[in-house]
C-alpha cells in the first residue's frame, strides 16, 4: 500500500471496505441466484407488468 | 486590496481559498494540476456543477504574486454554516449529496479524496459541495479513502440521532474532524448492533480501526477493492442514511409546542407589523433571532435575499427545515443556534471556523420577538448587553417588549426570585434609545405586548 495523502484513511477502514465488498459481492451472488428462480416463477407477472407498462 | 488567506484551508496543500475586494478566490498549485485537468476533461466538473452540486467558477487570470498558481473565483455562498448547525434533515441531504458526488466522480475515473461535512454548504435551500480540489484520480482496486471521515462526519452523528442521543449539535462542536466512532460505539444502545447495515459501518469499523491502528506491517499488504464493489459500497451506504428517520418522540412533542405558542389572537397583528417593515427595507439579510417554527421568517421571505433563522431548539429546526422544503422556501437558513450560547470559533487558534456572530451578515433586519423575556427573566440578561449585542449586526430591529405580568413571564418567573425591578417598559425603551432611533411601535391588542421598530443610530 502506497499513497500519498492528506488525510488519514484509516488502516482499519481501509482493511473494513474490502471485507464490505466481500461481503457485498455474496449478497450480489444470492440476490442473483433469487432473481433467476424469480424470473422463472413469475415470468407470467413480469410480463404482464412488462405490458401494463407500455400501456401507460 | 489586501489579501486575506481563509484559515481553514490550511489542510490541503493543493490549493487555498483568499478573499481580496470582497470576492473569494480560490488558489490552486502546480501539485493539482493534474487532476483538475482531469476533473475539467472527464466531463465531472461540468456534470456537477451544471446539477447545482458542485458550486460552479469561472477561471481567472492571476493577479497575484504568488508565481505559479492558477486562480478560480467560485461562486460566492452568502452564508457559510457548519455542520453543528445543522438539523438532522439538513446533515442527512448533505450526506447523500456527498455519496451522490462520490458515485458521480467514480463513473468517470475520479474519487473524493476527503469527505468532510465542511465541504458542503446551503445554497437556494440545497446542499452544494463547495471544495472544488477535493477530487482526485481513481485508481482501480484502491478502496475510498475518505470513507472513514465520511463516517465520522456524517454517518456517526445520524446515526446517533436515530438512536434518539440528544444535543448531538454540542457534541459535534467539540470534534472538529467528526465524531470519533469509538464514542458513537460507546453512545449507542444495544440494539444498534442488530441492525446489519448500521453494524458494519460504525461498530466494527470502529473495531477494525483500534485494531490495526499504528500498525506498520499493513504498509506491505496489499488491500485491494474493485470498482464494482465500491460502488456497491457507497449505494449501500446510499440506501441506508436515505431511510434514516428520527424517532417519533422527537418530532411529535414539537408540534405541541407549535400550537401553544401561536395560538394568541394577536398573531396577525404581529404578521402585519414584520411583513410591512421587510416589505419597505427589502434587505439582504433578515436574521430570525428564537425563530421557534419560523413563522415571521416564512412572511420575511419574499422580500429579502436570505432568511437566516434559528432556534436553539434542533426538533424545531428539523421541522422548519422540513416545512420551507415543501414549500420551496429556498432562501430561508434555518440553523440550530442557541442565542445566550452562540457557536464558537474552533480549530486552530481558534480561528478555523469562526463563530456565529462573526459569521453573521453586517447591517442585518433582526427580528427579536417574544424573546426578550425568555433572555432577562430566565438567563438574567440586562436590556444593555441585549440591545448592545443586536446593535453589532442589526441596522434595523424588530422586537417585541412582554411586560413582567404576562403570563408567559409569570411562568418563567415561577420558581425564580424576582430580582428583574428594572424590567419595566420605560427602562426598556430608554436603554434602546441608546444604540436606536425609535421608528414606529404598536401595542398589541388583547395584551401588554409592545412591538418596536428600532434603525440603528
Same mark, same amino acid.
Given at each position: 500500500?502506497?499513497?500519498?495523502?492528506?488525510?488519514?484513511?484509516?488502516?482499519?477502514?481501509?482493511?473494513?471496505?474490502?471485507?464490505?465488498?466481500? !461481503?457485498?459481492? !455474496?449478497?450480489?451472488?444470492? &440476490?442473483?441466484?433469487?432473481?433467476?428462480?424469480? &424470473?422463472?416463477?413469475?415470468?407470467? &407477472?413480469?410480463?404482464?407488468?412488462?405490458?401494463?407498462?407500455?400501456?401507460? | 486590496?489586501?489579501?486575506?488567506?481563509? =484559515?481553514?484551508?490550511? *489542510?490541503?496543500?493543493? /490549493?487555498? #481559498?483568499?478573499?481580496?475586494?470582497?470576492?473569494?478566490? *480560490?488558489?490552486?498549485?502546480?501539485?493539482?494540476?493534474?487532476?483538475?485537468?482531469?476533473?475539467?476533461?472527464?466531463?465531472?466538473?461540468?456534470?456537477?456543477?451544471?446539477?447545482?452540486?458542485?458550486?460552479?467558477?469561472?477561471?481567472?487570470?492571476?493577479?497575484?504574486?504568488?508565481?505559479?498558481?492558477?486562480?478560480?473565483?467560485?461562486?460566492?455562498?452568502?452564508?457559510?454554516?457548519?455542520?453543528?448547525?445543522?438539523?438532522?434533515?439538513?446533515?442527512?441531504?448533505?450526506?447523500?449529496?456527498?455519496?451522490?458526488?462520490?458515485?458521480?466522480?467514480?463513473?468517470?475515473?475520479?474519487?473524493?479524496?476527503?469527505?468532510?461535512?465542511?465541504?458542503?454548504?446551503?445554497?437556494?435551500?440545497?446542499?452544494?459541495?463547495?471544495?472544488?480540489?477535493?477530487?482526485?484520480?481513481?485508481?482501480? @482496486?484502491? %478502496?475510498?479513502?475518505?470513507?472513514?471521515?465520511?463516517?465520522?462526519?456524517?454517518?456517526?452523528? $445520524?446515526?446517533?440521532?436515530?438512536? /434518539?442521543?440528544?444535543?448531538?449539535?454540542?457534541?459535534?462542536?467539540?470534534?472538529?474532524? /467528526?465524531?470519533?466512532?469509538?464514542?458513537?460505539?460507546?453512545?449507542?444502545?444495544?440494539?444498534?448492533?442488530?441492525? $446489519?447495515? #448500521?453494524?458494519?459501518?460504525?461498530?466494527?469499523?470502529?473495531?477494525?480501526? +483500534?485494531?490495526?491502528? @499504528?500498525?506498520?506491517?499493513?504498509?506491505?499488504?496489499?488491500?485491494?477493492?474493485?470498482?464494482?464493489? $465500491?460502488?456497491?459500497?457507497?449505494?449501500?451506504?446510499?440506501?441506508?442514511?436515505?431511510?434514516?428517520?428520527?424517532?417519533?418522540?422527537?418530532?411529535?412533542?414539537?408540534?405541541?409546542?407549535?400550537?401553544?405558542?401561536?395560538?394568541?389572537?394577536?398573531? =396577525?397583528?404581529?404578521?402585519?407589523?414584520?411583513?410591512?417593515?421587510?416589505?419597505?427595507?427589502?434587505?439582504?439579510?433578515?436574521?430570525?433571532?428564537?425563530?421557534?417554527?419560523?413563522?415571521?421568517?416564512?412572511?420575511?421571505?419574499?422580500?429579502?435575499?436570505?432568511?437566516?433563522?434559528?432556534?436553539?431548539?434542533?426538533?424545531?429546526?428539523?421541522?422548519?427545515?422540513?416545512? #420551507?422544503?415543501?414549500?420551496?422556501?429556498?432562501?430561508?437558513?434555518?440553523?440550530?443556534?442557541?442565542?445566550?450560547? %452562540?457557536? %464558537?470559533?474552533?480549530?486552530? @487558534?481558534?480561528?478555523?471556523?469562526?463563530?456565529?456572530?462573526? *459569521?453573521?451578515?453586517?447591517?442585518?433586519?433582526?427580528?427579536?420577538?417574544?424573546?426578550?423575556?425568555?433572555?432577562?427573566?430566565?438567563?438574567?440578561?440586562?436590556?444593555?448587553?441585549?440591545?448592545?449585542?443586536?446593535?453589532?449586526?442589526?441596522?434595523?430591529?424588530?422586537?417585541?417588549?412582554?411586560?413582567?405580568?404576562?403570563?408567559?413571564?409569570? +411562568?418563567?418567573?415561577?420558581?425564580?426570585?424576582?430580582?428583574?425591578?428594572?424590567?419595566?417598559?420605560?427602562?426598556?425603551?430608554?436603554?434602546?434609545?441608546?444604540?436606536?432611533?425609535?421608528?414606529?411601535?404598536?401595542? $398589541?391588542? @388583547?395584551?401588554?405586548?409592545?412591538?418596536?421598530?428600532?434603525?440603528?443610530?
Amino acid at each position: 500500500m502506497h499513497i500519498p495523502l492528506y488525510i488519514d484513511p484509516g488502516t482499519g477502514s481501509l482493511l473494513l471496505q474490502m471485507l464490505l465488498g466481500a !461481503v457485498a459481492a !455474496v449478497v450480489l451472488f444470492y &440476490k442473483r441466484i433469487l432473481y433467476y428462480f424469480y &424470473k422463472i416463477f413469475n415470468k407470467k &407477472k413480469l410480463e404482464e407488468k412488462i405490458n401494463n407498462d407500455d400501456e401507460d | 486590496m489586501t489579501m486575506k488567506t481563509e =484559515q481553514s484551508s490550511f *489542510r490541503d496543500r493543493d /490549493g487555498f #481559498i483568499f478573499y481580496q475586494d470582497d470576492e473569494v478566490y *480560490r488558489a490552486i498549485l502546480p501539485s493539482y494540476y493534474e487532476d483538475y485537468s482531469l476533473l475539467k476533461d472527464s466531463g465531472l466538473l461540468h456534470e456537477l456543477t451544471d446539477k447545482h452540486l458542485l458550486v460552479g467558477h469561472e477561471e481567472c487570470e492571476n493577479f497575484t504574486d504568488l508565481g505559479d498558481i492558477k486562480l478560480i473565483k467560485p461562486q460566492k455562498i452568502p452564508f457559510i454554516s457548519y455542520p453543528y448547525e445543522w438539523s438532522f434533515h439538513q446533515l442527512k441531504r448533505a450526506a447523500l449529496l456527498t455519496l451522490d458526488i462520490q458515485l458521480a466522480s467514480l463513473q468517470r475515473g475520479m474519487s473524493l479524496k476527503d469527505a468532510t461535512a465542511f465541504n458542503v454548504q446551503f445554497l437556494n435551500g440545497k446542499p452544494i459541495f463547495i471544495d472544488t480540489l477535493s477530487f482526485e484520480r481513481y485508481k482501480e @482496486g484502491e %478502496p475510498w479513502q475518505a470513507y472513514k471521515q465520511f463516517c465520522q462526519h456524517f454517518l456517526a452523528p $445520524l446515526v446517533m440521532q436515530v438512536y /434518539g442521543v440528544d444535543e448531538l449539535n454540542k457534541i459535534q462542536q467539540v470534534y472538529i474532524d /467528526g465524531l470519533p466512532l469509538d464514542l458513537a460505539v460507546k453512545a449507542l444502545p444495544f440494539r444498534s448492533r442488530l441492525n $446489519l447495515s #448500521i453494524y458494519p459501518h460504525i461498530h466494527l469499523n470502529a473495531k477494525y480501526e +483500534r485494531k490495526y491502528k @499504528g500498525d506498520t506491517k499493513i504498509k506491505d499488504k496489499k488491500i485491494a477493492l474493485s470498482k464494482e464493489k $465500491l460502488v456497491q459500497i457507497i449505494n449501500h451506504l446510499k440506501v441506508m442514511v436515505s431511510s434514516f428517520k428520527l424517532p417519533k418522540s422527537k418530532t411529535n412533542w414539537t408540534d405541541y409546542y407549535q400550537e401553544f405558542s401561536y395560538n394568541d389572537s394577536n398573531i =396577525q397583528e404581529k404578521k402585519d407589523f414584520v411583513r410591512e417593515i421587510a416589505e419597505a427595507l427589502k434587505p439582504a439579510a433578515i436574521v430570525d433571532s428564537g425563530s421557534n417554527t419560523g413563522v415571521f421568517s416564512e412572511i420575511c421571505s419574499p422580500y429579502a435575499q436570505q432568511v437566516i433563522s434559528f432556534d436553539f431548539d434542533a426538533s424545531v429546526i428539523h421541522n422548519q427545515c422540513k416545512n #420551507i422544503a415543501k414549500k420551496k422556501l429556498t432562501n430561508i437558513l434555518p440553523l440550530i443556534v442557541d442565542m445566550i450560547n %452562540p457557536t %464558537p470559533a474552533i480549530g486552530w @487558534g481558534n480561528e478555523e471556523r469562526k463563530s456565529f456572530v462573526e *459569521r453573521l451578515p453586517q447591517d442585518a433586519v433582526t427580528l427579536s420577538l417574544a424573546l426578550i423575556h425568555h433572555l432577562v427573566l430566565s438567563n438574567n440578561l440586562t436590556f444593555e448587553k441585549i440591545a448592545e449585542f443586536y446593535a453589532r449586526f442589526s441596522k434595523n430591529l424588530v422586537i417585541e417588549f412582554v411586560p413582567k405580568d404576562d403570563i408567559q413571564s409569570q +411562568r418563567l418567573l415561577v420558581t425564580k426570585r424576582d430580582i428583574f425591578a428594572d424590567y419595566t417598559l420605560e427602562h426598556f425603551q430608554s436603554v434602546f434609545e441608546k444604540y436606536y432611533k425609535l421608528i414606529r411601535k404598536k401595542e $398589541l391588542s @388583547g395584551s401588554k405586548r409592545i412591538l418596536y421598530h428600532f434603525e440603528r443610530l
